[in-house]
């Protein structure tokens, strides 16, 4: 988010959260995991098209621009609050797992 924070492209493994972020020719190249050539393939190509670069830059701008810590806590808290209102079923131990204490206890 950083580096389309300041409008530059970006070529990042297809891991983790990126495809969330990273739109694959839009703002940014994603390669597979590990494929170290491939990452240098992305790179080379970006510098190789200057003005392709700058495009996938400004709309990467623009994607990072609707995220902030704020948005993010909001976010989580929405989860939260939904994850209160689910009603969880009761799990009660099995009868015969109960061991009651002796009479003369």
Not at 36 to 52: F, H, R, T
Not at 87 to 100: G, N, W
């Amino acid at each position: 988010l950083e580096a389309m924070a300041s409008g530059l492209p970006v070529a990042a493994f297809r891991a983790t959260c990126l495809p969330e972020i990273i739109r694959n020719g839009s703002n940014g190249l994603l390669v597979p995991p590990g494929d170290v050539e491939a990452l240098g393939s992305a790179l080379c190509a970006m510098i190789a098209d200057p003005d392709w670069s700058r495009q996938m830059g400004a709309e990467g701008k623009r994607i990072a621009a609707g995220y902030s810590c704020e948005r993010s806590v909001s976010e989580y808290e929405k989860v939260y609050h939904r994850l209160q209102l689910v009603p969880r079923p009761v799990v009660r131990p099995k009868a015969s797992l109960i061991k009651r204490p002796p009479a003369n206890w």
